[in-house]
């Protein structure tokens, strides 16, 4: 099976722009969500979406969207971009999101806002 | 809310064995999870604890007390390999799904 894919590796923005991300799970995997990763912040929660819902979302500005398709492939979108941002943003899936399930991780998309 | 805490550095010999302290604070513990990455790559899933007591997966083994809200991993057999990121995530029952609470990370150097 295909690993979790995500799209762009590499992404450099400037302040004010926006960006799209993309990320597609493993095979069957209905869960998708999203983590923001930096170094002083470690790994923080953004939003999870099931079946086309968000289900949970994290303390981040309304800035930060996101999306799911019908096959399960998630986007997330950052608009106005600020330098804060930039960090390894981190999508995982899992089958059903169930209590002791575990999250399969992507490589990531390392944005670098200048 | 939730709060996480886990050393941020540790330094090991190769061929030894290391403990990886994870304590955390949370209303509704619904499991913890210990996920290793290396560096520039992906969070890998180490294991899973949700009852108290030990967990033990080959040269890996991870333990929970519930009440204490303490968690370690523990390697033996160190392997040069084994140099990595080591990250604590504690779920919630208000959580549903996949909100996961992260700690900040032990980076672990294992040296010849």
């Known amino acids: 099976k295909a690993g979790v894919t995500q799209t762009p590796r590499y992404l450099i923005k400037t302040r004010g722009q926006q960006v799209t991300l993309s990320c597609s799970p493993i095979s069957g995997h209905r869960s998708v969500s999203w983590y923001q990763q930096t170094p002083g912040q470690g790994l923080q929660f953004l939003f999870e979406y099931f079946s086309e819902t968000q289900r949970n979302k994290g303390n981040f500005p309304g800035r930060f969207s996101g999306r799911q398709f019908s096959n399960s492939r998630s986007e997330m979108n950052v608009s106005t971009l600020e330098l804060g941002d930039s960090a390894l943003y981190l999508c995982a899936s899992s089958s059903m999101g169930g209590d002791n399930e575990k999250l399969f991780f992507g490589s990531g998309t390392q944005l670098s806002v200048l | 809310g939730q709060n996480i805490d886990q050393p941020t550095e540790m330094t090991a010999t190769e061929g030894a064995i290391v403990q990886i302290n994870c304590t955390y604070q949370t209303s509704g513990f619904n499991g913890l999870f210990w996920y290793q990455q290396h560096a520039g790559e992906a969070p890998t899933f180490l294991s899973y604890?949700?009852?108290?007591g030990l967990e033990e997966k080959g040269r890996f083994s991870s333990f929970l007390s519930r009440s204490k809200g303490y968690s370690y991993l523990l390697l033996k057999e160190l392997q040069m390999k084994d140099s990595a990121s080591y990250l604590c995530a504690v779920r919630a029952h208000n959580n549903a799904g996949n909100m996961l609470t992260f700690g900040g990370g032990t980076r672990l150097m294992v040296k010849p």
């Open positions: 604890n949700v009852l108290d």
